[in-house]
Every structure is written in structure tokens, then in C-alpha cells.
């Protein structure tokens, strides 16, 4: 089996088609690289082709390069390794550009098309932007762009070389540096492809029968060829390269290697000539594949991601795909699982105590689709169908025939414990109940039900529509068919599960709540509340802790501290975190909801500067801490509990420790994860780290022994827990 055929037409039309077995997306590997290499070379040798259209046998073109590859480009060859796989992929993509044309007068060569059916993406643009027009088809679900900086790396199979020669730098960057998506129309509108057709394969072959000498030839390898917008010696060009260097840097504070040598790749190779810069990007993607940063980007986010969407952990259980949920409560929570339910094809019953939540719930749904069919991402037609799904109602008897219910009460035992009673005198006894909760035990929980093993915790994250990921807790007595059924559930709802077990604050909030409360307990020592949030944003945190805590809400982190400190007791860690808090909240400072937090707010609600009330509490010390320290403080506050989740068994798979890390709180996204992160710092170096700070501020930064034990043995996480670790 190949991934690419060919078949010539009586017309002189040789149509290569891309369609690798097995697959429901086309990937590009090294051998089906080498196998349009020898097809384009066929076509190019018989004297009766007169043109070549590149399409594809799937629904879409293309999702990209195989990522396992180019990792594997890494581990086999190294950086020369990288380089050299890089320049075979480039002088290819160069083979079709030029198309047998005579080097000096460019003339002679054959037109090369592409037809896009639909999405194409990666190397799945970059092949179309090496052929002479690209034609695509008018699929408003199609996607094309190149999305690579969002794993940690860019375009780097010329596809960074050609669109900032295609549109100039300026007009370029927000696909490049932003890796933005677009539909054919928009795409066409941006100049990135040529033609939107409805028969896309027809109008190329008709394109390419018809093409001149002239429609062969790049504008970057024409005489006098000028970029637009300016090259970096033009003053305009120089005024573009100087403001997205400061875009680069304000927008990744330096973290992310993979913006900067984009742009750098793209600075010096628009110096010199085409082939040249080709060999500048090959060498700064080298460069980035080579830094750590990449490879955890691309191991957490791609790999390790999609692994755990596909059922990486999900026990042995027939199929669980939801036909229809039950939806305890319509609140914000309730209502946001509404609709993705409803979206991803599900029947909804939304209950509530009052017909008028549960209307309101529904009309959640509403506003959002309403929102959508207003920036042309959705129709009335589809807005009618999905409200179609959603029964708004008090009457528990409508559950009937419900395979999943999803409690999303008031987070109150008493309460959660009476709606599950209801509950499951309705639903059928094979029915799995989840209970919704961010804090609350599932194992306590499960005490109200009648059927412990066929009960479990979903902890979505709010907004629901947006946040990616859906964390799921097993409670002492969860079956298998339990987690089955929520993992099959999520995949339907087009979320990113990970699997834990039960234990205070699951896995999320265990760690996201020692970065908040160190934030603030610095604010009471009287560290700089500007050098706290910007020292957590130098780390690649999307928030600081400050920002954090005003997002979430303060009255919510005092709810949380009272239940924490009476389950607790004397052990309970953070009375100066709740001193700021709880006085914040007498002084209804309740964060962004109020207008008023640790952050000012406009009477828009637009956040301005932290708010100058914190510093007439709180004085700043006159000695300052070094900025190392406070990030230091930060990411291991956060990291440690990790550690402990892993070492207690509440995490099982560090593969979801990380990528749930990164997708429920959006810890460093550069650095993989805090076990990627860990790997690169080094357990030694942690441990190391971690006595200073335990002497400097106490016992919460005490090393774990997992940590102490994998220093002492020079391991990493990834060598000891990895997927291949665990397969040995």
C-alpha cells in the first residue's frame, strides 16, 4: 500500500493523489515523501503529461507532517539528522516550484496544480504553496493555515520562507506567529490560496492544460523581485521587523523559542536569495527542534493529547457513546454542559427546580449560538437543531430512558445528595450518574447513591464551551463501565479527558491553588504585586496568581479556605493566604465579578492596573526579591503537588499530569507540562532548589520522596513513567 498514486489522463492531466491507508487524515511521512519524490519525477520525465494536479482521496487534503517523525528525525540523526530530513522535504517541495523549468530563462517547465477538498493544514499548505495555484473547494468547514507554532515549533518545510514572500511579513504574521486558521473564502481574501471552486479537481485540470510559461514562475524567482511590504533594509520593511519583535517578545516574554526563530528565519532569509533562506529556515527549525521546549510542546500537546482523546486509559468496556444525558441543574455549569452535549449530537434534559432556570439555562445555548450565526460560524438551521436537543423542565420523570446523568448542583453535600436520590429513581439501573464538583469528595458523595460503582466525578471547567479539558475522578467504588462511559462521553463532547482518583481538590485544583495562595502570600510579605504577576508571565503562565484569584473570584477562594481549614484543622498551611483574602472579601473586593479585586476595574468591567488599596495594607518591603526566586516560588508551588498527586497514586498516568496541567490552568505551555518541566530542570537540580526554599520559607517546598528518589538514581519522570517506560 502506498500513500500516493498517479493516473494519467488521454488529456496529457497527470492527477497524483494523496491517500494514505488507514488513516482518516492524510499525514506526510519520510516514505510518503519519497514516493511523491518519484511520481513528480515520472511526470516530469514523460513527454506526454502536460500538467500535474496534486489532490487528495479523503474529504480534506491534509492535517500536516507526522510529529512522531519528526521527533524520531531527532532521536536518530540529532540536530544533522533534523537538517538533513528538512532539506530532502525542501528540495522536493523545490522540484515541484520549478517543474523542469530551464534555470535561466524559466521556461519550459509543466504546470503544477493543487485541489483541495477540504481542510488543509501544515505541510498540507506548504506542498499547495510550492505548486503554481491552488485551487480549493467551497467547504466553509475546511480549515487551511499552519498551526504549527501552537505545538511549539513553525512552519519549517518552506512554508515560513514562501508566505512571508507571498504576502510580506506584515500580512504573513498572523498566520505564521499566530498560526490562524481560515476558511477557502478567507483564505483566498488573504492571498494565501488562488481560486475557490465548487469542482476544485476540474477547474485545476483545466488550469493546468491551459497554464503559460509565465503562470509557472514564483514572483520570488523573477528578476528584480521585491518583498512585499518592505525587506528588513527598507525603512518600511525595517519598521515591520522592529514592531514584530516587540509583538514576538511582549506576546511569549521570551519563553517560547519557536516564535522567536520564526521570526529571526524569516528576518535573515528575506537578505537573501530564495535557496539560501530555505537553508536559514531548515537551520532555525533545527534549532527549535533541537531545544527541549519543542519536543515537550510536541510530546504534551500532540502526542501525549492525542492519545489520551483516544481512549489511551479507558478499561476494557463495550461501547458507552451517550444518546441522552440528564442535566441536574442549569446554571452557568449546567447550561454550558447543555450545550456542548447538544452540539456533539446528544438529547439534553436540563432540569432545575424552577421552570424559569431551566428555561434560562436553554437560553445559554441560545445566546451562544446566536453569537456564532452572527460571525458566520454557525446557521439558523443548525441553531434550531441543537436547541431541538434541549428539553428545559422540573419534572424528574423526563430522565427517563437518560444513559448518563450529570449532576451539576450548588456545591452542597445535603443538596447533591437529594437530586441523586431523585435521580435514580427515574433512570435505568444500567445508568451511570456524574456528579460535577471541583472540591467535594466523590467517594463521600457516592454514599447517597443506591448504585456506588456506577457513580463518578466529571469536573468540567468553566466557561464549558471553551476549556478543553474534563477532568474525571474514580471514587473508592467506581467500576470500569463508569469510567468508560465518562471517557466516551468526553470524546463525543470533543474534550480532553484525563482519569484520576479520589482525593482533596482531585488533581486541577490541588495544584492551581498553592500557585494562588503563594501569589498572595507574597503580597502579605510585602513583595511588589507588579513583580509577582509579571515574574509568573516570564514563566509562560497565562495569568498571574493575582489575576488568577480576581478570574475565579475571592468569595469563592474564602468558601474554599473555611472548608479546607475545618477539614483540616491544626494542620491547615495558609492562614496569612486567608488574612488577604478574607479581608479582600470584607471590603467586597470579590475580584473581576465585582467590578473590584486585587485588580482595578473600569465601569465596564475592563481590568486596569492592581488596584493602589493593596500596597496601603500591605506595605512594600524596601528589599526586593530577586526575580528567580519569586518565579522559583511560584512554579514549584504548583509542580510539588504534582509530584505528591503522582506519588500517591491520585495521578496515574503522568502523560495526564501534564496535559491536563497545561489545558485546565494553562501551566507554562512551553515547558510540556510540570513533569516536562521537571526533566529539564533536572531532579537533582529541583531537589537542590527545593532545600533553599524550604530553609528560606518553609515546609511546603520540602522535596517529595519521589523526587529525592529520582535524584539519587539520576532518573526523569519521562524515563521512569513514560508510555515506553511503562511498556518495558
Same mark, same amino acid.
Given at each position: ?244 519583535? =516587540? ?202 447513591? =443506591? ?83 509579571? @515574574? ?24 474554599? @479556605? ?53 500596597? @496601603? ?27 505528591? =498527586? ?78 515506553? @517506560?511503562?511498556?518495558?
Amino acid at each position: 500500500m502506498t500513500d500516493f498514486t498517479i493516473k494519467k489522463d488521454s488529456d496529457g492531466v497527470a492527477v497524483i493523489t494523496w491517500d494514505v491507508p488507514k488513516k482518516s487524515m492524510n499525514v506526510l511521512s519520510l516514505e510518503g515523501a519519497a514516493e511523491l519524490d518519484k511520481l513528480i519525477d515520472e511526470a516530469l520525465a514523460d513527454e506526454a503529461v502536460k500538467g500535474i494536479v496534486i489532490t487528495s482521496g479523503k474529504k480534506d487534503f491534509a492535517a500536516g507532517m507526522d510529529l512522531n517523525v519528526i521527533a524520531g528525525m531527532k532521536d536518530q540523526g540529532g540536530a544533522q539528522g533534523v537538517f538533513d530530513g528538512i532539506m530532502t522535504l525542501h528540495h522536493l517541495l523545490r522540484k515541484i516550484e520549478r517543474a523542469g523549468m530551464d534555470p535561466k530563462t524559466l521556461k519550459g517547465g509543466k504546470p503544477i496544480a493543487a485541489a483541495l477538498p477540504g481542510t488543509a493544514l501544515g505541510i498540507g499548505l506548504e506542498l499547495p504553496l510550492a505548486t503554481h495555484r491552488i485551487f480549493a473547494a467551497n467547504n466553509p468547514k475546511a480549515k487551511i493555515g499552519l498551526p504549527e507554532i501552537m505545538v511549539g515549533i513553525f512552519p519549517g518545510g518552506g512554508g515560513t520562507t514562501r508566505l512571508a514572500r507571498k504576502l510580506g511579513a506584515m500580512m504573513a504574521a498572523p498566520f505564521l506567529l499566530e498560526g490562524k486558521l481560515n476558511d477557502p473564502k478567507k483564505a483566498k481574501a488573504a492571498g494565501i490560496i488562488d481560486e475557490v471552486a465548487e469542482d476544485p479537481l476540474a477547474t485545476a485540470r483545466e488550469w493546468v492544460l491551459n497554464a503559460k510559461d509565465a503562470d509557472l514562475v514564483k514572483p520570488w524567482d523573477q528578476k528584480g523581485y521585491k518583498m512585499p511590504g518592505g525587506a528588513p533594509y527598507h525603512p518600511a520593511g525595517f519598521m515591520t521587523f522592529v514592531g514584530a519583535s =516587540a509583538m514576538v517578545h511582549g506576546k511569549t516574554m521570551g519563553v517560547y523559542p519557536a516564535a522567536k526563530a520564526l521570526l529571526s528565519a524569516v528576518y535573515e532569509g528575506a537578505l537573501v536569495p530564495f535557496d539560501q533562506a530555505l537553508k536559514i529556515e531548515a537551520r532555525w527549525f533545527t534549532h527549535v527542534l533541537m531545544n527541549p521546549s519543542s519536543s515537550a510542546m510536541i510530546r504534551s500537546l500532540f502526542i501525549n493529547k492525542e492519545a489520551l482523546e483516544k481512549g489511551a486509559n479507558r478499561p476494557e468496556a463495550p461501547d458507552q457513546t451517550v444518546r441522552k444525558v440528564g442535566i441536574l441543574g442549569a446554571g452557568m455549569m449546567g447550561a454550558g454542559i447543555a450545550y456542548v452535549s447538544a452540539m456533539a449530537g446528544i438529547e439534553v434534559v436540563l432540569i432545575d427546580a424552577k421552570q424559569e432556570s431551566a428555561e434560562k439555562g436553554k437560553s445559554y445555548s441560545e445566546g451562544l449560538l446566536d453569537k456564532a450565526i452572527s460571525r458566520k460560524k454557525s446557521t439558523e438551521e443548525k441553531k434550531a437543531e441543537v436547541l431541538g436537543r434541549i428539553l428545559p423542565t422540573t419534572d424528574y420523570a423526563a430522565l427517563e430512558g437518560c444513559d448518563l446523568v450529570v449532576e451539576a448542583v450548588f456545591e452542597d453535600p445535603g443538596v447533591k445528595a437529594e437530586v441523586t436520590k431523585k435521580a435514580e429513581a427515574v433512570i435505568p439501573q444500567d445508568a451511570i450518574f456524574a456528579t460535577n464538583t471541583s472540591t467535594l469528595p466523590i467517594s463521600d458523595l457516592a454514599k447517597a447513591s =443506591a448504585r456506588p460503582d456506577q457513580f463518578i466525578g466529571i469536573h468540567f471547567f468553566s466557561p464549558v464551551d471553551k476549556m478543553l479539558l474534563v477532568e474525571i475522578i474514580k471514587g473508592r467504588e467506581t467500576g470500569d463501565r463508569a469510567v468508560a462511559k465518562a471517557l466516551d462521553f468526553v470524546r463525543q463532547i470533543r474534550k480532553t479527558p484525563i482519569v484520576v482518583n479520589d482525593a482533596r481538590f482531585f488533581y486541577a485544583n490541588r495544584c492551581i491553588i498553592p500557585y494562588i495562595n503563594e501569589g498572595v502570600r507574597m503580597v502579605a510579605e510585602g513583595v511588589n504585586p507588579v513583580l509577582v504577576e509579571n @515574574a509568573a508571565k516570564m514563566m509562560g503562565m497565562p495569568l498571574g496568581p493575582l489575576q488568577l484569584v480576581d478570574e475565579t473570584s475571592i468569595d469563592l477562594g474564602v468558601k474554599i @479556605a473555611k472548608a479546607t481549614k475545618a477539614a483540616m484543622g491544626d494542620a491547615y498551611p495558609d492562614g496569612t493566604v486567608d488574612e488577604v483574602l478574607f479581608w479582600m472579601a470584607d471590603e467586597g473586593r470579590l475580584g473581576r465579578k465585582a467590578n473590584a479585586g486585587f485588580y482595578a476595574y473600569d465601569e465596564k468591567g475592563k481590568r486596569q492596573e492592581l488596584w493602589d488599596g493593596l500596597e @496601603a495594607k500591605y506595605p512594600q518591603a524596601d528589599e526586593q526579591p530577586e526575580l528567580t526566586e519569586v518565579q522559583h516560588r511560584l512554579m514549584f508551588a504548583q509542580t510539588l503537588e504534582a509530584v505528591r =498527586a503522582l506519588g500517591e497514586g491520585v495521578l496515574e498516568d503522568i502523560r495526564e499530569g501534564d496535559v491536563g496541567a497545561i489545558l485546565g490552568w494553562g501551566f507554562a505551555p512551553w515547558s510540556g507540562g510540570p513533569f516536562g518541566w521537571l526533566d529539564m530542570l533536572g531532579a537533582a537540580r529541583a531537589v537542590e532548589i527545593c532545600e533553599g526554599l524550604t530553609d528560606r520559607h518553609g515546609a511546603r517546598f520540602e522535596a517529595p520522596d519521589l523526587l529525592r528518589d529520582m535524584a539519587g538514581k539520576g532518573d526523569s519522570f519521562y524515563g521512569r513513567f513514560g508510555p515506553q @517506560a511503562k511498556a518495558a
